[in-house]
């Protein structure tokens, strides 16, 4: 198997290495709701099907909800969800400070050695949030078409900064006066043209939107060839 490129990682000089293994860490961030703990419940089995082993951090004010649904949710070894509670503005603790983040993450990589893919969930924040480069190697910010079709227009750093930016729950377009397609290509428009999807995690028997997320991870953090992503 192709192990995980790490190309940004916090260095430990007691260790004398940056990390405990190689997992690749990625983030995703996101307002409150739009849907970012279903997009993982919908990648895991994904990448478990494809043999890449997975292990989640979630990130709650001050409860461990998401994990705990998470644990509840027979997708994942519940050993493998680890819980931060953020206790102030959720971007504090995967930016300006993630030590409690790279803790948990360190902390299931040495009980998992072989796990492939650490996801690490921020809680729900602005438009401005953004991960440290510390934490992760790689993150996506998911908004939805249900917060208003001028979202991406909007900009702000999450938007325009984000590896991949994911427009969830096209289901809903037609019921909030929303053209899903316009707003994957204003979004498409303000950031240059970097990997935007629009996905859904309801009513989609494929699955396709999803799909094409776990491809990206797949491709762009894992260096997996086409034929062996999820
Ligand atoms: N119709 C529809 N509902 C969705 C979709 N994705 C998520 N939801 C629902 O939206 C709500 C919020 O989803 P979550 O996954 O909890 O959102 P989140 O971004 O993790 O929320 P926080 O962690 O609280 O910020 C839940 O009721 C989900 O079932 C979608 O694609 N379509
Ligand atoms: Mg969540």
Redesign the pocket.
């Known amino acids: 198997m192709n192990r995980p490129f790490r190309p940004i990682a916090p260095f430990d000089a007691e260790a004398g290495q940056a990390r405990p293994g190689s997992a690749a860490r990625i983030g995703i961030g996101?307002?409150?709701?739009?849907?970012?703990?279903?997009?993982?419940?919908a990648l895991v089995p994904l990448f478990q099907n494809a043999g890449i082993s997975v292990a989640v951090v979630?990130n709650?004010l001050v409860t461990k909800?998401?994990a705990e649904?998470l644990k509840r949710s027979g997708l994942i070894d519940p050993a493998g969800v680890a819980a931060v509670a953020a206790g102030a503005c959720p971007h504090t603790v995967i930016r300006e400070d993630p030590t409690l983040n790279i803790a948990a993450a360190d902390a299931l990589e040495a009980k998992f050695p072989d796990v492939d893919l650490i996801i690490i969930?921020s809680?729900?924040?602005n438009l401005a949030s953004t991960f440290s480069l510390d934490l992760v190697d790689w993150w996506m910010f998911?908004i939805?078409v249900a917060q208003g079709d001028d979202i991406p227009r909007k900009r702000g750093p999450g938007i325009l900064q984000c590896d991949l930016l994911v427009i969830?729950?096209?289901?809903?377009a037609p019921y909030v006066g929303v053209d899903a397609e316009a707003i994957l290509a204003e979004a498409i428009a303000v950031r240059g043209g970097r990997p935007t999807i629009a996905?859904?995690?309801?009513?989609d028997a494929e699955n396709a939107g999803v799909r094409a997320v776990a491809a990206t991870i797949s491709s762009d953090v894992l260096f997996r060839k086409a034929e062996a992503s999820p």
């Open positions: 996101g307002p409150v709701g739009s849907g970012k703990t279903a997009i993982i419940e979630t709650d909800e998401d649904r969930e809680g729900g924040d998911v939805d969830n729950k096209t289901d809903l996905c859904r995690c309801r009513g």
